[in-house]
């Protein structure tokens, strides 16, 4: 029986599984981005944080689903540092993208969508991904995504938009400040990790109209520039995964109706439907 480890890596978290023998243990380790970390990074998280944990099994196989991971440049490194890592290891590296639609989608035809630190989507044919609608990034893209709605949080808090009591909970929570805040984003490593932080605030506190609004206003910003884009969508199943998705599945419930749009399942991590899947 092959022993088998799947990672399906974002920018905020990696989630690594071991199968053997129809058991399995769930690891995770600190996000994997080939675009804020150097191969000598990676392989340090890797060693460090997933070989430890392992219980000296090793791997015949690895299937890799990472962020960053439609660059061939990155597949190119990130392959490299798990050889390194696992020699004899026959290695799969693919965009998180793809490790999305196998999860959601199975064999199906579909809509697959992340929305987690970052946000994508693609339609999938069943085998692989036919369309996608490009991914900017959290400086131009990354519509409804935890980095975006956490920028949305911070310019109402920093603009003064939020009302009085808002910006008491605010501070309270987060006791933070304008140069901090501006500090963290332009010249600390890991913005968008940094800015999904704040989508906290906006689950703690649902049922304000202004947190509502934030929260409608990203999603719909989604659907429009993405999920309008594909044909595919007035007629398949629109599937999402990630934690953003997940926390807000009764937003994107309530928009998929008034797009007269077939909501499909939304999941938290894409891990169960790829263990499902390799298996």
């Not at 595919?232 to 419930?253: C, N, Q, R, Y």
Request: aromatic share 12%; net charge positive; charged share 25%.
């Amino acid at each position: 029986m092959a022993i088998k480890l799947i990672a399906d890596s974002g920018s905020s978290k990696t989630d690594w599984c071991l199968i053997y023998d129809k058991k399995k243990i769930n690891i995770e380790t600190q996000g994997i981005s080939p675009y804020f970390l150097n191969a000598a990074e990676i392989e340090q998280v890797i060693r460090k944080e997933l070989v430890v944990k392992m219980k000296k099994y090793v791997p015949d196989e690895v299937f890799y689903y990472g962020t960053g991971c439609s660059n061939p440049e990155n597949v190119k490194m990130i392959k490299s540092v798990i050889k390194k890592v696992f020699p004899k290891a026959k290695i799969t590296v693919d965009h998180d993208l793809l490790g999305a639609a196998k999860a959601l989608c199975g064999t199906e035809k579909g809509i697959a969508c992340i929305l987690g630190t970052g946000s994508n989507s693609c339609y999938y044919n069943g085998k692989k991904i036919v369309k996608n609608s490009p991914g900017l990034g959290y400086v131009l893209g990354d519509e409804g995504s935890g980095a975006y709605l956490g920028k949305k949080v911070i310019q109402y808090y920093l603009y003064n938009t939020f009302d009085p009591d808002l910006m008491d909970r605010f501070d309270a929570k987060f006791k933070t400040n304008v140069s901090e805040i501006l500090d963290a984003v332009y010249k600390k490593p890991l913005p968008n990790r940094y800015l999904a932080g704040f989508t906290s605030f906006l689950i703690e506190n649902r049922g304000h109209f202004m947190i509502e609004n934030i929260i409608e206003d990203g999603f719909n910003e989604f659907f429009f520039n993405h999920i309008y884009k594909y044909r595919e969508s007035w007629t398949m199943p629109i599937h999402f995964v990630g934690s953003v998705a997940f926390g807000f599945k009764d937003v994107l419930k309530e928009l998929c109706i008034s797009y007269e749009l077939q909501l499909g399942k939304v999941l938290k991590t894409p891990m169960e439907g790829l263990i499902k899947f390799h298996q």
